[in-house]
């Protein structure tokens, strides 16, 4: 039988609502074999990976905490992504973000004011801003490609960290630990309840995924972006400024991720140590792409990615599992949803046998 | 000028792993395909060289299973990339997450043990000639290798016409598929070389450089080895002086660190890629210059017509 890869007149609707249940039920399919061939109940495990995390109140709280920052961070991303500015270097940000953060919640003179939290919700955001700028100015000035300058400096935010928690911020009474004292009272989200590590910095997400779908749905600028994105040559036709993309992308981008790495410092860690960020800077890539670059699209997307993080450290704890395999799944999520979204812009008929 | 001789040994030893990476992926853009996920196959390699050589494996067996662990998850790549036409920049960021995760998990229990390091070779009277013996011969085999590659890569690619064919495809497809080469099927044997070279690089750093089993132990070199490839303006020779110019960074900041400098030891860990960012925006900003050897159709994805 001989098949025929063709390609559709317009995408598909259906398909572009099925190609991520396709990849997910793929990822599925794929990691009970994998959980098969180490000698692990399939069942059981899928049941420890993605439900049990879930029966819990504090499994909810814990899901919708680590969901947050992968969902501020890929709508940031989706912005620039939309565009075909390449921001890898997101995890940087966010860490720059959360130092900042840090730095004016320990030391800033109005320890006692309410203002303290805004004021690190404003820093953040702006050193998240700021290295963000320096590969949009490279970009924009010098023609440097933004993907391996936004990773370089993610290694330099790292030495940064790991500068700062191993030495001047180092919190003289902790024990030796490469961490800073904690933050005041006056410079941490407030938890909705004192049982659970959620809190009230959800908000934000909340609000930045309204931006995002205005800007990206409704906005003329969003549009230009898109369009400058897909088809550049038509987007300087039209007089559509490619710098200014390559701006918005960055710096929008790289606010968020500086809010997220924020949000983790006055969140649930309440301090900064050398482990702020799983990886939530690289992770929100795949989520900024299991939601299409869509705003909604996100949100499901990083509950997805964000319950692949759960459950990764749910059978590292119960099936003693290697935590790697929280990575090896991510990466699986993505190569099948790439896969299965060639079927909104192809389809695969059957060739009827032909007779020569 | 003993100190000087022992640099200079250290950076040619330290570029090594580089440039089997960049090589690899030159020959990968050349063809007109970006696969950014060298990270993730240098990791691949890296831990599949070490599970063989744990498995008792002699080291060529070892090196071959790293080479071919390189290529099978390049292959990863080269599917969604090629035959599903995807993204090739979300695909290769994919290859590079996932190659993470797998390596993490192919070397767990082998972490911090250390491996029978592939040792230098001696050449009976190079290698004892003052100075020139010890900057020039006393190698491992793999540093070799490495400049061997260089040639048949260069003479590949300008001399022959298998070479010609895979320099068109990176310019223009559609006109090398108008004159009957198989586009997708030679950028998939390039997709193949530049993960095999990867796993090669990723072994070196298991096999002779650390020489042991670390997670994450690239350490950003997949990205660097990327950013060479730029820097190189896809010229085979500059790859390599490329390289010796990183290497001879990591090498200038591990002595200041040895000496002990008063400087933080995570300033001097940062130079290399602050030294990266700096080399490609003096390479970019020439526009003309980066033009000229440069894949018109890089990471444009391919669809035979008809």
New interface residues.
């Given amino acids: 039988m001989l098949f025929k890869i063709e ?1 559709r007149a317009e995408p598909s609707r259906q398909m572009s609502i099925a190609a991520p249940l396709i990849a997910t039920g793929l990822t599925i399919v794929v990691s009970s074999l994998f959980f098969l061939s180490l000698g692990y109940n399939p069942l059981v495990t899928l049941y420890t990976f993605f439900i049990e995390p879930l029966t819990t109140m504090n499994g909810i709280s814990e899901w919708l905490l680590k969901a947050s920052p992968l969902i501020l961070i890929a709508c940031g991303l989706a912005i620039g992504f939309r565009a075909n500015v ?1 921001n ?1 270097g997101a995890e940087g940000q966010l860490i720059m973000g959360a130092i900042a953060a840090t730095g004016v919640g320990l030391f800033a003179p109005w320890q006692d004011s309410p203002l303290l939290l805004p004021s690190m919700v404003i820093a953040g955001m702006l050193a998240g801003m700021a290295w963000a700028a320096v590969p949009a100015f ?1 970009k924009d000035r ?4 933004e ?3 936004t ?3 993610t ?2 935010a790292t ?2 960290l ?2 700062l928690v ?2 001047p911020w180092r919190d003289p009474d902790g024990y030796n630990f490469p961490q800073t004292a904690l933050l005041p009272y006056n410079g941490m989200f407030e938890v909705f309840d004192y049982s659970y590590r959620l809190n009230t910095s959800i908000f934000f997400t909340v609000v930045v995924v309204a931006i995002t779908w205005l800007f990206t749905e409704r906005s003329f600028l969003g549009y230009k972006m898109s369009v400058g994105g897909v088809a550049p040559a038509a987007a300087r036709f039209a007089g559509f400024n490619a710098s200014a993309s390559i701006w918005i992308g960055l710096l929008a981008s790289g606010a968020a991720a500086g809010l997220a790495g924020m949000m983790e410092a006055a969140g649930p860690l309440g301090q900064l140590s050398p482990q702020i960020s799983p990886g939530y800077g ?1 992770a929100a ?2 989520v900024a ?1 299991v939601g299409r670059l869509n705003a909604l699209g996100i949100v499901l997307g990083g509950l997805l990615l964000s319950l692949l993080y759960l459950g990764g450290e749910t059978v590292q704890m119960s099936l003693g599992l ?11 999520l ?2 099948f949803l ?2 299965s ?2 079927l909104i812009n ?1 389809r695969i008929r059957k060739l009827a046998m032909r007779t020569a | 000028m003993d100190l000087f001789v022992s640099m200079f040994a250290a950076t040619i030893v330290a570029a090594t792993p580089l440039i089997f990476a960049a090589l690899g992926e030159l020959v990968v853009e050349k063809s007109g395909v970006l696969n950014l996920g060298i990270e993730g196959m240098m990791l691949v390699g890296a831990a599949f060289g070490v599970w063989a050589h744990f498995a008792g494996l002699p080291m060529t067996v070892a090196l071959a299973a790293a080479v071919l662990a390189g290529a099978a998850s390049s292959l990863l790549f080269g599917v969604l990339a090629l035959t599903f036409m995807t993204n090739q920049y979300a695909a290769g960021l994919a290859l590079a997450i996932f190659g993470t995760g797998v390596s993490a998990f192919i070397g767990r229990g082998f972490g911090s043990t250390p491996v029978d390091a592939i040792q230098p070779v001696h050449l009976p009277g190079l290698s004892d000639i003052p100075v020139i013996g010890e900057m020039f011969f006393q190698y491992d085999p793999l540093v070799y290798l490495s400049f061997v590659l260089f040639g048949i890569v260069s003479w590949f690619l300008y001399r022959t016409k298998a070479g010609l064919a895979l320099r068109a495809i990176g310019e223009s497809p559609d006109s090398a598929h108008a004159i009957g080469y198989e586009v997708i099927r030679i950028r998939y044997m390039a997709v193949m070389f530049g993960g095999a070279m990867a796993g090669l690089g990723g072994a070196y750093l298991s096999l002779v450089y650390t020489p042991l089993w670390v997670e994450n132990m690239t350490a950003g070199r997949g990205w660097i080895a990327l950013a060479l490839v730029v820097f190189a303006a896809w010229r085979p020779i500059r790859v390599v002086l490329g390289a010796w110019l990183f290497g001879g960074m990591t090498i200038l900041q591990l002595q200041g660190q040895a000496i002990g400098l008063n400087v933080p030891s995570e300033l001097l860990s940062a130079l290399p890629y602050l030294a990266t960012i700096a080399v490609l925006v003096l390479i970019s900003r020439n526009r003309q210059a980066m033009a000229l050897d440069f894949p018109i159709s890089l990471a444009r994805p391919f669809r035979p017509k008809g």
């Fill in positions: 390609p390449w890898i490279l010098m023609n440097t490609n993907i391996l300058v990773l370089m400096l290694y330099v030495l940064i790991s500068y191993h030495g690289f890539i795949i792409f290697p935590s790697s395999i929280a990575l090896i799944f991510q990466g699986m993505l190569f790439l896969a979204n060639f192809f």
